[in-house]
């Protein structure tokens, strides 16, 4: 086995490890506070305010929820979508208008923004080192987007604090985001 693979194989009991962990802190009522706190930061951060155009994620598998931000009404807000050719996102016309999408993620179906107009993205995470790495699910699309568009705009990777740790090395594939956001 070569470096690559014990890094690999690593991730992947890391993930496990992470998923069980984020069941427990829904459990335990942790993630629902976390989450709360976590949206009024992004609500009172400057960052937020300037921008127009933010691209962020519905929760998953006990993921931090930030969609109370979708009730902003100045702003537009973009949904991840897998596509074979990778990640794309789209306008966010209303929850009556999604969709299920591929892994069973809700989408939207208004128009596609061009990368380059994205002054926000918020990612999700599994963990997240303090250099600012995130370890996903392990498809790479949140990676592989970063590399196809090297953005100008801020990715921060949204997170609870007890997922923030630097218990796994970043690898060539890995893109390193601008901001870790948690609830501390």
């Not at 592989?144 to 923030?164: C, D, G, M």
Request: charged share 25%; proline share 3%.
């Amino acid at each position: 086995m070569i470096i690559s693979d014990k890094i690999h194989s690593n991730k992947q009991e890391l993930r496990k490890i992470a998923l069980v962990k984020r069941e427990l802190f829904f459990r335990f009522g942790y993630l629902n506070k976390n989450s709360n706190i976590i949206v009024s930061k992004i609500l009172s951060s400057d960052i937020f305010k300037n921008a127009k155009n933010i691209a962020l994620y519905l929760p998953i598998k006990n993921e931090v929820d930030i969609s109370k931000i979708l009730n902003v009404k100045e702003k537009n807000f973009y949904l991840p979508t897998c596509t074979q050719d990778g990640l794309q996102f789209r306008l966010f016309e209303g929850f009556d208008k999604l969709k299920n999408g591929v892994f069973d993620i809700p989408v939207a179906d208004g128009d596609v923004i061009s990368p380059d107009d994205l002054d926000i993205v918020f990612v999700p995470a599994l963990l997240a080192n303090k250099k600012c790495y995130r370890l996903g699910y392990g498809r790479g699309f949140y990676d592989k987007f970063f590399r196809k568009f090297p953005l100008h705009n801020k990715k921060i990777i949204v997170i609870q604090s007890a997922f923030i740790s630097d218990t796994f090395v970043e690898d060539n594939y890995d893109v390193q985001c601008d901001y870790i956001l948690s609830e501390l």
